[in-house]
């Protein structure tokens, strides 16, 4: 949760977000973590003056930013128990991510490619990522997905907290709708998703 205030905040700093503010339900959206756990830990951060909070909305203040810094290195204390590091489970894909991480190069376009490759633009480059599966017979991605597809397929940085931003604040491009009942979302491109994917790629060709 404080990775994605401080995300928000970050976004502000560098003209990508008109506000360095928050709401718990976009939290949620981004986060998969439950509406309730969200609002009971802001208040906690609230208490404890590392986030503020104005009409429903949270941020964490400059003053805040080295005491949050600390608190992720902070030393464990006598009380704690030493953690016992469980193996992950590897995620099986789905027969749609197969058949997405198996298209050809030939298949995106040098254009897209160059765009998928490119730093920032993470609307236009998952608008670009949702083209591709639509066109391979795959209706829909959620954010997961697309940072998948960006990191295997393209060997391109990208963040899923930064996808699932990019597209909550797209909506007028994409069409969201809930996967599960466990928070997640999944996306499918638009008209205007496809008008904005089309004048991406023309004004990267003319630079």
């Not at 429903?56 to 805040?64: D, E, F, K, L, Q």
């Not at 829909?140 to 909550?168: W, Y």
């Amino acid at each position: 949760m404080l990775v994605i205030i401080l995300a928000q905040k970050a976004a502000h700093a560098l003209g990508l977000a008109d506000t360095d503010q928050i709401s718990p339900k976009q939290i949620e959206s981004i986060s998969g973590l439950p509406g309730g756990t969200i609002r009971s830990k802001l208040m906690e951060l609230r208490q404890k003056r590392i986030v503020d909070s104005a009409n429903g909305n949270y941020s964490i203040p400059n003053h805040s930013i080295l005491h949050v810094s600390l608190n992720t290195n902070a030393s464990p204390t006598k009380d704690s128990k030493p953690r016992i590091q469980r193996m992950k489970k590897t995620k099986n894909n789905s027969p749609e991510m197969i058949k997405l991480l198996r298209l050809e190069h030939s298949s995106i376009g040098e254009k897209r490619l160059n765009l998928l490759l490119s730093p920032g633009k993470y609307l236009e480059r998952s608008l670009a990522v949702l083209a591709i599966a639509r066109e391979a017979g795959i209706e829909s991605l959620s954010p997961a997905d697309i940072t998948q597809f960006l990191k295997e397929k393209v060997r391109a940085n990208a963040l899923r907290e930064n996808i699932s931003m990019a597209l909550m604040r797209g909506t007028k491009y994409v069409d969201r709708f809930r996967l599960d009942q466990g928070g997640a979302y999944g996306y499918k491109i638009m008209v205007a998703g496809d008008q904005l994917l089309e004048k991406t790629l023309t004004e990267s060709t003319k630079e």
